[in-house]
C-alpha cells in the first residue's frame, strides 16, 4: 500500500494552520483585515483569508503573509514556522522566502516599504491600543531605512501632547521601533510611554535601587514648571519594558 496523506488528512492539517491565523485576527472583522491588508499592497481578498483560516489551502502568498503578520502583531517567523509545520505534517514540501513585516512596494524602481498607521494617538488620557492594529492606512518609507527596524509602526501625536516642543509637535508622526529586546532606554532617545491610563513622549530614564524600579520621564518643554522630571514606580509585579510602547525612530508631519 503506498504512503502518504489523503486530502482529508491534508485539510484538517491546514485547518490547524486555519485556527491558528484566526485565534492572531482575534476580534477583528475579517472583512477589515482583507480591506487593510490590500492597502499595504498584498493579494488577498476575503475569499481567499477565509479559505486560509479554513483550512482549505496552505499556500498563502509570501507577501500576504508578511501583511498578516505586522497587521496581527505576530513576528513572521513565529507564523512561518506555524505554516510550515503544517505544510510539512500534510507531506508537502514548502519555501517561502522571508520577507520584512512591512509590505514592499516598488515606486519607480525603487523599494519602499509600508509601514501600518496607526488610528489612536499618543494622548494623555487616551489609551494607545497599538496592540489591537485598528489601522488608518500605512505610511511608505525607503526599504534601506526600514532594514534597520524589526518592529516599527506608525502613530499620530495627539493635539495637546506639546512635551516635547519644539522637537516633536502635536500632529506629528512617528515612527516607533517597538523591539527593544530587554536593553534599558537611552535617555537621549525619546520613546511613546504608557502613562496614567494614557501615552505621552518622553525621554526616559531607568532607576533601580533596593530592588525598586522608577522610569524618570523627561519632557523636552521649556516650561520646566508644567513639564518637569517626573518619576513613575514600576508596579509590583511588572516589568519596566512594560511601560514603554516604542522609541521614536522617525518623525515627520502633514502640511
Known sequence: MASGHTSRERSRKFR??????TAWRGNREIAVVARLAQRMGAKLSEPTLRGLEYGW??????????VLAAIYDVPQDEMLEALVDARNAAGEAIRIERRPTTAPISIDGHDFGAVPLMKGRIAAGSPLAIDDHESAGALAFSATFLRRWKMPICV?????EESMLPVIAPGDVVLLERAGEGRPPDPTGIYAVRVDDGSTLKRVQLIEQDGRAWLALMS???????YGVRMVPVSDGDRWQEYLIGRVVWHGQYV
Open 16 to 21: 490547524q494552520f486555519g485556527e491558528r491565523l
Open 57 to 66: 489551502t496552505g499556500s498563502p502568498d509570501p507577501i500576504a503573509l508578511a
Open 156 to 160: 499620530r501625536v495627539g493635539p495637546r
Open 220 to 226: 523636552e518643554n521649556a516650561d520646566k514648571r508644567k
